[in-house]
Nanobody, 124 residues
Framework: QVQLVESGGGLVQAGGSLRLSCAAS????????MGWFRQAPGKEREFVAA????????YYADSVKGRFTISRDNVKKKVFLQMNSLKPEDTAVYYC?????????????????WGQGTQVTVSS
């Protein structure tokens, strides 16, 4: 069982930065692939980024590539999302998620555990 708690969301102006954190409980954090998803009002949940067990491989949605960076600290059992050059269209609730397998990391299906989400609002 893994419990995930996100933090770091808030209100920021366009062009600004935020760093999201996700703290995990449980003893097997390093055996999970970690992902970030987001959901804006009236829209489906969409993939943002994912990182492999050791952090050696990362995956990004085209819309955030070059602006967002995912990283993890397996000792501290945390995953991070550094968000730079934020745009109003990045406004959403951001969710941290965990899964065992590397297959189709861009789809919400297959993620076994989810956090409660943290709100990110980017003003123009």
């Amino acid at each position: 069982q893994v419990q995930l708690v996100e933090s770091g969301g808030g209100l920021v102006q366009a062009g600004g930065s935020l760093r999201l954190s996700c703290a995990a409980s449980g003893r097997t954090f390093s055996s999970y692939i970690m992902g970030w998803f987001r959901q804006a009002p009236g829209k489906e949940r969409e993939f943002v980024a994912a990182i492999s067990w050791s952090g050696g491989s990362t995956y990004y949605a085209d819309s955030v590539k070059g602006r967002f960076t995912i990283s993890r600290d397996n000792v501290k059992k945390k995953v991070f999302l550094q968000m730079n050059s934020l745009k109003p269209e990045d406004t959403a609730v951001y969710y941290c998620a965990a899964r065992r397998t590397i297959v189709e990391v861009v789809t919400p299906r297959g993620y076994d555990y989810w956090g409660q989400g943290t709100q990110v609002t980017v003003s123009s």
